[in-house]
Nanobody, 127 residues
């Protein structure tokens, strides 16, 4: 089993920034990709960003490009999501996800491809 714990959510004004963290523990394997998803009230969970084990490959939903940055520190088993220029529509519960990999350059964008999920952290953006 792998445990994921998100932190860093909170209330911020529009235009502000937040940095989310997700720490992995337990039976993590040598190579794993990570992703961030979010779920707003009454909506389905949607993809935000993903990063390969190496950190060299990342992918973002179009609406997040240029505002959000995903990164990771493998020594700390932690992935980050730096969110800038936040908008009220970014309000959601943000979840991190984990997937074991064979290749260090692989990332995943589909929800169903991930094996483990965190409990989520609430992000609220006031206008």
């Amino acid at each position: 089993q792998v445990q994921l714990v998100e932190s860093g959510g909170g209330l911020v004004q529009a235009g502000g920034s937040l940095r989310l963290s997700c720490a992995a523990s337990g039976r993590t394997v040598s190579l794993y990709s990570m992703g961030w998803f979010r779920q707003a009230p009454g909506k389905e969970r949607e993809f935000v960003a993903a990063i390969s084990w190496s950190g060299a490959n990342t992918y973002y939903t179009d609406s997040m490009k240029g505002r959000f940055t995903i990164s990771r520190d493998n020594a700390k088993s932690t992935v980050y999501l730096q969110m800038n220029s936040l908008k009220p529509e970014d309000k959601a519960v943000y979840y991190c996800a984990y997937r074991s990999e064979i290749f260090g350059g692989t990332y995943r964008i589909k929800l169903e491809e991930y094996q483990y999920w965190g409990q989520g952290t609430q992000v609220t953006v006031s206008s």
